[in-house]
């Protein structure tokens, strides 16, 4: 059960995520869960993000008790176009050719979430250890760009805001000028999806309410 003494651990170093969690009040450890998230030849989007969260929830199964967290929550997203997976950028000019490809054009936002219970839950003893999920799912959004002329490229990948994201842009930054559309969850293209991770928190039984404290006017 996630609450003050047994606050939920995000396996992740994305400040965006992190401020999703936080926004929506729930008690929080972060640790960041270093895997290897380079795709493999022939590797589907599908296929990717869910290799790559199993090993974020194993690497963050490690860091759980001696963060002393309960519950365990890791993410990962993608942008796909078309056939293609968008990751990070390797620098500027990756970033420019991202956006160029993106420009005009619709592409999806892929997040895999993954909770796993407290490691004293899992029985028999010998399993402990093991990253054994109790929900996982991918929720996928629409996003639309407007067409983007070569100077906007440029000046925006110039920022560095999009360096660190995937498909080398930031819906909830300056990269907001891009976009001209979504259909889905906004918080998933930032990099998680509320919604569906509260809902998946309460019917795994590890939230007893939720808000888990009243809100207060200003």
């Known amino acids: 059960m996630i609450d003050d003494a047994h606050p939920l651990l995000l396996g992740s170093g994305s400040p965006r995520r992190r401020e999703i969690l936080t926004t929506l009040g729930l008690p929080l450890r972060v640790a960041a869960a270093e895997v290897d998230e380079a795709g493999r030849p022939g590797e589907g989007a599908a296929a990717y993000l869910e290799r790559v969260t199993l090993a974020k929830l194993a690497a963050a199964r490690r860091l759980q008790q001696a963060v002393g967290a ?3 929550l890791v993410a990962d997203t993608s942008v796909i176009l078309g056939d293609s997976i968008l990751g990070k950028p390797r620098d500027e000019g990756d970033a420019r050719a991202m956006l160029r490809a993106l420009s005009g054009r619709e592409h999806q936002v892929w997040t895999r979430f993954a909770i796993a219970g407290a490691e004293a839950d899992l029985a028999p003893a010998a399993t402990r250890g093991r990253a054994e999920a109790l929900h996982a799912e991918t ?3 629409r996003v639309r760009f407007r067409q983007l002329d070569d100077d906007e490229v440029a000046s925006y990948a110039a920022t560095g805001e999009g360096l660190d994201k995937a498909g080398a842009y930031a819906i909830q930054g300056i990269g907001a ?4 559309g979504i259909e889905g969850s906004y ?3 930032v990099g ?3 919604c569906e991770v509260v809902a998946a928190l309460r019917a795994a039984g590890l939230l007893a309410r939720f808000p888990l404290s009243p809100a207060r006017s200003s």
Do not use: C, E, Q, R
């Open 177 to 180: 000028f891009a976009v001209a």
């Open 192 to 194: 998680l999806p509320a």
């Open 139 to 141: 929720v996928v959004t």
């Open 70 to 72: 309960g519950a365990i």
């Open 187 to 189: 918080s998933n293209v």
